[in-house]
């Protein structure tokens, strides 16, 4: 017990952890982003699905709790890397390393604290429903997603948050990829340099997929 507690204490194991809860929760983004997707077959395909998922409520709690935790430790560990490195670094480094670092990089510690913001408002709207009282008498029923996703998104300050939270996400993963590399070690040039390149494009794609929705309904293209 020691061994694993002294383990991921260090500086080490926090970067497993980092990499590891990383990968977890960009798993359940993609997964949730194809299911949102779903809203462009029309309201019986995606109330179908949230019907489906709602039929289990403590799976679907659990695995929510358990994405919630990643998503915290996450984000405190990589809050306390940043510290940590930044205490071990020189003065003339740090100003040579920002120069050299890329946006994501830079940000990383920042956009993660929004994207929680983000992710605990999004909770609210959709899943909790508290932000909005038109969620609680969908023309649908309950779980009218359709209609809820297309009533919450008319709100630009909505939308534009969602999109603000997507495209901080998006800059956290087009990096996140590589971050991974490195904590389990994978740092040669070789490996390196397609994984950056797949992650970029991977994260463009995502940042595509999930704001096709709240454009598709400030554009009218989806209404209820």
């Known amino acids: 017990m020691n061994l694993i507690t002294s383990f991921f204490g260090s500086s080490i194991g926090k970067k497993w952890i980092v990499a590891l809860t990383g990968l977890?929760?960009?798993g359940y983004v993609i997964g949730h982003m194809v299911g949102n997707l779903q809203i462009f077959a029309g309201p019986e395909k995606i109330n179908r699905y949230a019907a489906f998922l709602h039929s289990m409520p403590g799976t679907l709690w659990l695995v929510r709790i358990i994405l919630l935790v990643a998503l915290l430790l996450h984000i405190v560990i990589t809050l306390q890397l940043a510290v940590q490195n930044r205490g071990a670094r020189t003065e003339r480094y740090v100003r040579r390393n920002r120069v050299?670092?890329?946006?994501?990089?830079?940000?990383?510690?920042?956009?993660?604290l929004i994207v929680l913001a983000f992710v605990?408002?999004?909770?609210?709207?959709f899943t909790v429903r508290i932000t909005d009282?038109?969620?609680h008498a969908l023309p649908r029923g309950e779980f009218d997603v359709y209609s809820m996703v297309i009533l919450g998104f008319q709100h630009p300050l909505v939308s534009g948050f969602y999109i603000l939270g997507i495209f901080l996400l998006c800059?956290?993963?087009?990096?996140?990829?590589?971050s991974t590399l490195q904590s389990v070690g994978a740092n040669s040039r070789?490996?390196?340099g397609p994984i950056v390149r797949a992650g970029q494009i991977l994260a463009v794609l995502i940042f595509l997929g999930y704001i096709s929705i709240p454009v598709a309904v400030l554009a009218k293209f989806l209404k209820v």
């Open 190 to 192: 070789a490996v390196r």
């Open 24 to 26: 977890m929760l960009f």
């Open 120 to 125: 605990l408002y999004h909770l609210a709207h």
């Open 100 to 112: 050299q670092a890329t946006l994501a990089a830079r940000t990383m510690a920042w956009s993660g």
């Open 171 to 178: 800059l956290h993963l087009s990096h996140g990829l590589e």
């Open 133 to 135: 009282p038109r969620f």
